[in-house]
Structures are given as structure tokens and as C-alpha cells.
């Protein structure tokens, strides 16, 4: 059942802008699903955007959990930009996920049969969060986003543990606003960290998500249901 998101004028009110935002819950149901498909939304959107996913992947004993941006937005800048020009929206929706994780493991979901996925500056937020919380994750699936941080940052002080997540980064490979090489970088971290990472750069494919995405997506899923 979808839930319009609540009216919020600023993602800079409070210090916790994205708390006690809406969640949108489709699929199966959370209690009885044969996997968790936590799907965040890109910038100037909500839920029902990328709702719009849940039937071309096609897989109906998934449930499927959309939390909401304040205001549309997780953070104001650019991924780019210096960190703390994104905050406070930036830690305030890395601790609503991590809030979000945990919750669904709480109803008996154990992590492994959690897959995170997130399209645009949702990716970017997902890559982030991912890094930030290492586990056994049913998976990653990182639609045309990557990792948080400046030009030239480096990430060879993160540790942690993706051993053997399946993890899929997909981008054009020409976007206005993703750079390739951020794709190809946050690749590489989680492959230094473990996981079985598939990246694809798509030429000319512009800002959304093909058919090919879906069908990696579908293996992501399908290999987090037959999980024990």
C-alpha cells in the first residue's frame, strides 16, 4: 500500500530531517517475504518513482520497503561536494537507514536475505551507507550512483567485510551527474572489501535504468531468495 509522503519545508529543519518521514511498503509481505528489498529514491522524488521498478524486476515474494526524503531530497549538493555542505540531510539519512536495517532484521529478517538498492543521489546514499555498515547483505545494487566525497578522495583506510555480497554498480557511461570513474572506484572498494562486484558502464544510456540493470537486479533477488 503506497503512503503519499508528508509535506516538510526544508531538509535543513532539525537535525534529523528525515526523521519520522513515511515508509512505503509493496510486495510481499514483510513477515512472510522470501527477501527484503530496501529501495531508496533519487533527488526531487519519492516512493512512488521508484515503485515504478517493482514490476519490471517482477518478483512477487520480495517485499519491498521505500523510505522517504524530506522534502524530496537526501541531501541539498552534489555527492561531490564537500561533506559538510550536505548535512545535516546527509548523516540524518545514513542514521533513518541504518534505523530502517535494523528494524527489518528485528521482524526476523536476517541480513543476508536483505537486498539494498538505490537509483541516482538514492544510490550514492546507499554506496555510502553500505560502506559505512558492513555485513552479509543479501546483496547491493547501485543504480547510476557511487561513493560520497570530493574529487580525488581515496577510501584505503575502510575496512570491513563484504565477503562474498553480491554487488552490482550500473551507470551510463557518460552522465551529467555521476562520473565514471566514481563508478569504476566505488567498484573497486568493495571488491578490495569482498564482494562479487559486476560493473557496467552502458554507452549513451543516459540517467535511468535499462533493461540490463533489471536483469542483474532479478540475479541479485533471485540469489537472496535461495539463500537459507
Known amino acids: 500500500m503506497f503512503m503519499a509522503p508528508t509535506a516538510f519545508p526544508s531538509q535543513f529543519v ?6 519520522n518521514q513515511p515508509v512505503v511498503y509493496d510486495g510481499a509481505p514483510l513477515d512472510s517475504a522470501g527477501a527484503v528489498l530496501i529501495m531508496v529514491h533519487g533527488r526531487n522524488a519519492a516512493p512512488k518513482n521508484i515503485v515504478e521498478l517493482i514490476p519490471r524486476f ?3 515474494s520480495v517485499a519491498c520497503v521505500m523510505p522517504t526524503a524530506a522534502g524530496g531530497t537526501w541531501y541539498p549538493f552534489s555527492f561531490m561536494a564537500p561533506r559538510d555542505t550536505n548535512e545535516p540531510g546527509l548523516t540524518s539519512a545514513l542514521t533513518m537507514l541504518n ?11 536476517p541480513a543476508h536475505k536483505i537486498v539494498l538498492l538505490g537509483f541516482s543521489q538514492g544510490a550514492c546514499l546507499m554506496s555510502e551507507f553500505a560502506m559505512r ?12 550512483g557511487g561513493l560520497i566525497g570530493e574529487p580525488g578522495a581515496t577510501w584505503d583506510d575502510v575496512t570491513g567485510s563484504f565477503t562474498d555480497v553480491p554487488m552490482f554498480f550500473g551507470c551510463s557511461e557518460v ?9 569504476l572506484d566505488s567498484a573497486a572498494l568493495f571488491t578490495r572489501l569482498g564482494a562479487r562486484v559486476t560493473c557496467t558502464l552502458y554507452p549513451g544510456m543516459g540517467h535511468l535504468v535499462n533493461d540490463d ?5 532479478q540475479g541479485v533477488l533471485d ?4 539463500a537459507e
Open 14 to 19: 532539525g537535525m534529523e530531517p528525515h526523521a
Open 58 to 60: 517482477d518478483r512477487p
Open 99 to 109: 534505523a530502517l536495517v535494523e528494524g527489518v532484521m528485528a521482524r526476523g529478517v
Open 133 to 144: 555498515h558492513p555485513r552479509r547483505y543479501g546483496g547491493v545494487v547501485i543504480f547510476s
Open 175 to 183: 552522465d551529467g551527474h555521476i562520473p565514471k570513474e566514481r563508478v
Open 213 to 217: 540493470e533489471i536483469r542483474a537486479l
Open 223 to 226: 540469489e537472496a531468495l535461495a
